[in-house]
């Protein structure tokens, strides 16, 4: 007798409870009991284990939006439910038997989560309110049911995914801009993209930010430090962003240089942080990767140790001169000859003669100390002048051009003082 006075106790202890507002602060309730919200609490999945939280079996509609779940397999059944708000999470499945747990449901909003994918027992629901926009959707061939149901329900947004691409055979790709970690100020502009063949999404420390590809920041603010992640299929990639007040004065000031090797635009750097920028005109003939210059912003405040060495020059002429000084470490001077006497001179650029004036000088220092094949080589220098002489280009009005000719006349005096040859310029 008294076991059955105990189970009586119980059952009603249990029915009690059940039909009540949840006894936390963190959710409010309708008078009815039939409306439960415990939206933007920061709650997370040991929520539905806390003893004190029983939703009312009368709950018709209930809004857990805006927290930290990432699984709802503990939520109680309740037989009543017709609206679940799920959205804004940190959900990554459904459980399976859903629908079996809330019979009545008919309006589900998951918008906002990391659901990569859907139990495929949902295909088995038609009268079905549902919202996933802002998912990273796999485009699976396991998934490509999902294109014939969403025909059958009312899908709020649709997702990226097409039919032709459940099941596309081809390699993914993964790659985002800028590539590496980067220190910027508060109040600059920032963008960041993300090239994928199948849909991408953002986060920022590990919470989503949005679902387009490209993410253009017009003013930075401190909130944007941290760790920058884009969502493809099983891939990711990742870059760390980190917005410095620009009223510390530990940084070197952006500036921009005009060189034989393109445009470059140094920003603002944190003192001791090396920079590095994709070179405008691809790699040197000697290197065969993607190339970048560096540029260091010195504990003084100062711009050091720029390094261009990778990045290919802008002009075609330029562009053969490294070529063949990567291709032939002897009878270089012999070389440029060869080149230069098949090409038209009106092509040359301020850079290309710069640069030739440059290598006389490098070959003439080298063959000045050991003096072996002394007159081959002042002749062929000699022949060398002769070309950048013929060049009818307004050149003379840049100090550059004049103080590089200047080292051309002391590198002749030089070669005339130690052999036998004269030299006059003979032109065409």
């Not at 415990?38 to 999945?45: A, G, H, R, V, Y």
């Not at 799920?86 to 989560?113: D, E, G, H, M, R």
């Not at 003082?417 to 065409?428: A, E, F, P, R």
Request: proline content about 3%; overall charge neutral.
């Amino acid at each position: 007798m008294l076991s059955l006075y105990l189970l009586l106790i119980l059952y009603l202890t249990q029915h009690i409870l059940t039909d009540q507002c949840p006894s936390t602060n963190s959710c409010k309730c309708s008078s009815d009991l039939t409306i439960i919200s415990c939206t933007n609490q920061q709650l997370t999945d040991e929520f539905f284990l806390n003893l004190d939280v029983h939703f009312p079996k009368s709950t018709i509609v209930l809004n857990l939006s805006s927290n930290s779940f990432s699984s709802i397999n503990s939520l109680a059944n309740l037989d009543n439910l017709q609206t679940l708000d799920l959205s804004s999470n940190k959900l990554q499945s459904l459980p399976a038997n859903l629908f079996s747990k809330f019979p009545q449901l008919s309006s589900l909003y998951v918008q906002n989560n990391f659901l990569k994918t859907i139990p495929n027992t949902f295909n088995e629901i038609s009268n079905i309110n549902l919202d996933l926009s802002n998912n990273p959707i796999n485009c699976t061939c396991q998934l490509k049911w999902i294109v014939k149901w969403f025909e059958t329900i009312n899908l709020r947004s649709p997702i990226n995914c097409k039919e032709k691409d459940f099941c596309a055979d081809k390699k993914n790709f993964l790659h985002i801009t800028p590539e590496q970690s980067q220190i910027v100020y508060e109040n600059d502009s920032f963008t960041l993209k993300c090239s994928a063949n199948t849909k991408v999404f953002w986060t920022l420390n590990n919470e989503f930010y949005s679902g387009a590809s490209d993410i253009f920041i017009p003013r930075l603010q401190s909130n944007h430090s941290g760790s920058w992640t884009c969502h493809s299929l099983n891939q990711n990639r990742s870059i760390s962003l980190h917005v410095l007040n620009t009223q510390l004065n530990h940084f070197c000031q952006s500036i921009q240089m005009d060189t034989s090797k393109g445009y470059f635009y140094w920003p603002r750097t944190l003192t001791g942080q090396t920079i590095q920028i994709k070179c405008p005109f691809g790699s040197a003939a000697w290197f065969e990767y993607d190339a970048h210059a560096s540029y260091m912003c010195s504990k003084n405040r100062q711009w050091v140790d720029l390094d261009l060495s990778q990045c290919g020059f802008r002009t075609n002429i330029s562009r053969e001169f490294d070529r063949i000084l990567s291709h032939n470490q002897t009878n270089l001077l012999s070389k440029l000859v060869t080149y230069i006497s098949k090409i038209n001179l009106d092509e040359f650029q301020f850079d290309d003669i710069i640069f030739l004036i440059d290598l006389i000088d490098e070959e003439q220092s080298k063959y000045l100390t050991s003096r072996k094949n002394i007159e081959e080589i002042s002749m062929l220098i000699y022949r060398l002048t002769d070309f950048i002489l013929q060049v009818k280009q307004h050149f003379p009005i840049i100090k550059e051009y004049q103080s590089a000719l200047n080292r051309l006349r002391s590198i002749l005096e030089q070669l005339l003082n130690i052999t036998n040859h004269s030299w006059v310029y003979v032109g065409k």
